[in-house]
């Protein structure tokens, strides 16, 4: 969900869009640079959010953080953004940051997943008060990317002493993409009976839903809207009415409507369609939740290119 014109003004977004969750950006996802939050917009912030009921809320982290690197420099200014990113999400209250696990430019795969562990099990127990989880997001596969794998998003939990506060993210595109067949119905069963053995469902707190324009294997990051994509509405139909995630926020990350001013404080079109194509799709399709949550729960995403998802300070809008 847009944060333009201030953190507030997210939840406001999330209002007008019915949703039970969703996910900013606490800062510009593709700077460096880290401006102060305000405490009086932490605080506003903060009484939206108690006052909406509307939640879990998570934040998306930065796209520069790369702690798989054995760059000194970069590692170094990695390190630090994911701190000032966990510090803002329990400054704000969320439930977690979704970070992309990193890319090993040099070195090997194993190597990678040793940074990306040490690091971040660094970052926790700096911070051993603290609530937010870290949430390794599963990944497309595209280049050197790590966490593109059950197997390896396993890895880095069981180096970090399975740390309580580190949780997994799924997407529905990135698992399409990484070659997780879930559109067939024995696909969709494969596919969660190994995350179940070897991450755990209890580790899982988040879904983005998205669908893809690319397919199967193809190993690229490229968001479509839901039922326009190589998924189908299939697999979204089954995870919608699957009772393993049944209490999960689920966020959409597709394309904006183009041309339209990021700080009006109005429904936009294309989340609605997408919005209501997945309400459409839980069992009874009356657009209610099961749970008697407000509409079906899911937030807007972070779609304003069109391509992988990612825009300047959108977030997401899901259940």
């Not at 506060?165 to 997407?171: P, S």
């Amino acid at each position: 969900m847009s944060v333009a014109g201030g953190l507030p003004r997210a939840v406001e977004r999330a209002v007008v869009h019915r949703c039970d969750a969703f996910q900013i950006f606490a800062k510009n996802a593709s700077q460096w640079r880290r401006p102060l939050l305000p405490p009086s917009e932490i605080r506003e912030f903060r009484a939206a959010i108690r006052r909406t009921g509307i939640g879990p809320v998570v934040s998306h982290a930065s796209y520069l953080i790369n702690l798989a690197t054995t760059i000194p420099g970069l590692r170094g200014r990695s390190m630090e953004a994911m701190g000032d990113e966990l510090d803002r999400a329990e400054a704000l209250g969320l439930l977690g940051v979704v970070l992309h696990p990193g890319c090993y430019t040099v070195g090997s795969e194993a190597e990678g997943l040793e940074l990306i562990a040490k690091g971040l099990l660094e970052l926790l127990q700096a911070r051993g008060r603290g609530k937010t989880m870290i949430l390794l997001e599963h990944t497309a596969g595209q280049g050197t990317a790590l966490g593109a794998t059950f197997e390896q998003l396993a890895v880095i939990i069981a180096k970090m002493n399975n740390h309580r506060r580190v949780g997994v993210c799924l997407d529905t595109c990135h698992l399409i993409a990484s070659g997780y067949d879930i559109c067939s119905p024995e696909g969709y069963t494969s596919t969660f009976k190994q995350f179940g053995r070897l991450v755990g469902f209890d580790r899982l707190k988040v879904f983005h839903l998205n669908d893809s324009k690319k397919p199967l294997g193809s190993r690229v990051d490229r968001h479509e809207h839901i039922g326009q994509g190589c998924l189908g509405l299939d697999p979204f139909r089954r995870i919608v009415n699957d009772h393993r995630f049944g209490g999960l926020p689920m966020l959409l990350e597709t394309p904006k409507e183009e041309r339209r001013s990021p700080r009006l404080i109005e429904v936009d079109p294309l989340d609605e369609r997408n919005l209501e194509t997945l309400r459409g799709l839980i069992d009874g399709a009356d657009g209610s939740s099961r749970s008697g949550r407000r509409g079906s729960g899911w937030w807007r995403g972070s779609g304003g290119s069109g391509r992988s998802g990612r825009s300047d300070r959108s977030g997401g809008s899901g259940r």
